[in-house]
């Protein structure tokens, strides 16, 4: 049990009355709570809790015999809770943030989108109704699967205080102005999963394609919500829900959609989402509140989605934080927010925080650390928190810098060389061709000075430079990159960075 916790980062699930070969053989009742018994007493060594997610009855031979799937779930010594990052897509005016609104808050939506009024960061969001910028909220889980949210007046340490897991939605932007802003969120925030929100009213439009591209070109494990399902008649639901199969069942995508009609359904869609093939669906309701109950028992049971070796592995390697956001904070000076992809973040850690314009970095000093609006002393890799400075000028600091550790000795580069695959472009692209570039938290103009055999058409896969057309960057060999000029797309790996050094005019 203990290498499986560890393996499942935290969870694993167990069944109970199963043979080996996966036949239900089923147990009797006294076999099946001693089963249970001795299950509780291996968890409770470990310090792990389980809750009974299904029992079934098998007949055969004339009795009843039972069978039953517990998860067990341990929060690592080192952790809180676990943690997983839950990017939220979907086109303009499908019901991202109302869903969000509705999970979160405990409470169903009026119809008038009163419930996603939370959810909003600036006042034309709320006059308009459009998210414009990346939202953060959190919904929690205890050991038991019971959730815990904003109802009763919690607060968010309160929240987290009292739960075992932890969902960070991502709320990202569906209209099309705001792609940017959307791309940011999926590359910069490094989410575990992905949810592609669709109207039942209307179906796939505007930017779903786009959106459920994007998911796939990044390789993200996406499930998809149909809502606004009071809004329709079934037959229209219907439609929109085949319309949805198609497109996931097409060369492009390659998906098994799976249609999820009860506990059973989402409990196994949880326990096998990570083979890369399984699509859930579900319906769902804001207003009416219609199959919710689904959606956060898969929540509960969605698996972490690396080991404990790999996020062991991470955590040894030196300090690599990117910076997505910045703010000035009253007595605690200059705050960054962002993610640390490698090694452990501590208060009083000296860093270098850079490239500035000059390609160079800057010395500072962690003051304080908060992660969920909650002070701590130590954050490790995979986590997201927001890191004081003191001191520091922010106008010298942007979105896209990294915090690292002086041991790694960074340098910065304006120039890149990155095999790429061509995912759409109308004719080729050859030298000289300016794109917007995405790579983690970076995102800049770059423009293409070399492309090998001179030139590139859509589906195929080519090696080219890239140069940057502002200021160096941070980046590493082996990083996933996305670049797109309108209607073009690409995706691609950094395969050789080029050290930049500053010329003296």
């Not at 299904?54 to 069978?67: Q, S, T």
Request: charge should be negative; aromatic fraction near 6%; charged fraction near 25%.
């Amino acid at each position: 049990m203990k290498w499986r916790l560890q393996e499942g980062g935290g969870e694993a699930i167990y069944e109970i009355g199963v043979e080996d070969s996966g036949m239900m053989a089923g147990l009797t009742e006294d076999e099946l709570k001693r089963s249970l018994y001795t299950l509780n007493r291996m968890a409770e060594e470990l310090g792990a809790t389980t809750s009974i997610l299904r029992e079934r009855d098998i007949e055969g031979d004339g009795e009843i015999r039972k069978a039953a799937e517990v998860l067990v779930r341990k929060v690592p010594d080192d952790q809180q809770f676990l943690d997983l990052r839950l990017a939220v897509l979907g086109n303009v005016d499908a019901g991202k943030s109302t869903l969000l609104g509705v999970l979160t808050q405990g409470e169903l939506d009026n119809g008038r989108g009163r419930a996603r009024l939370n959810m909003f960061r600036h006042l034309h969001e709320i006059q308009s109704g459009r998210t414009s910028s990346i939202g953060h909220e959190i919904l929690g889980f205890d050991s038991h699967g019971n959730v815990i949210n904003y109802n009763e007046n919690r607060t968010a340490a309160e929240i987290c205080e009292s739960a075992s897991k932890l969902i960070t939605f991502i709320d990202l932007a569906g209209h099309q102005k705001y792609l940017k802003t959307t791309i940011f969120g999926l590359t910069g925030y490094n989410p575990d999963y992905t949810m592609l929100v669709i109207s039942a009213n209307t179906g796939i439009v505007g930017m779903t394609k786009e959106h459920l591209g994007l998911a796939l070109a990044l390789k993200l494990p996406i499930f998809i919500v149909i809502s606004k399902t009071d809004l329709c008649s079934a037959a229209v639901t219907e439609r929109t829900l085949k319309q949805v199969e198609r497109v996931l069942k097409s060369p492009g995508c390659n998906r098994i959609p799976l249609r999820i009609e009860n506990e059973d359904d989402a409990i196994t869609a949880a326990a096998n989402f990570n083979t890369d093939r399984i699509t859930p669906i579900f319906r769902i309701s804001s207003v009416s509140g219609e199959n919710l109950d689904l959606l956060r028992r898969f929540l509960n049971v969605l698996p972490p989605p690396h080991s404990g070796k790999e996020q062991e592995q991470l955590m040894q390697e030196l300090t690599e934080y990117q910076v997505d956001e910045m703010y000035t904070v009253p007595g605690a000076g200059t705050v960054v927010g962002g993610t640390l992809y490698r090694g452990v973040a501590r208060e009083g850690d000296s860093l270098l925080i850079g490239p500035n314009e000059a390609g160079s970095f800057l010395p500072v000093s962690v003051n304080t650390v908060h992660r969920n609006r909650a002070p701590c002393r130590v954050v490790k890799a995979g986590q997201t928190a927001t890191l004081a400075l003191g001191d520091v000028d922010r106008t010298v600091l942007r979105k896209g810098m990294v915090l690292l550790s002086p041991e790694l000795q960074p340098v910065s580069c304006l120039e890149f060389e990155a095999e790429v695959l061509l995912l759409f472009h109308t004719t080729y692209i050859c030298k000289g061709f300016q794109t917007t570039v995405h790579v983690g938290n970076v995102c800049q103009t770059a423009i293409i000075d070399e492309v090998e055999d001179g030139y590139i058409t859509i589906n195929q896969k080519r090696n080219m430079r890239f140069r940057f057309v502002k200021h160096p960057e941070y980046l590493r060999e082996g990083t996933r990159l996305l670049f797109r000029e309108g209607r073009t797309k690409g995706i691609g790996t950094v395969t050789k960075v080029f050290p930049y050094t500053p010329v003296d005019r």
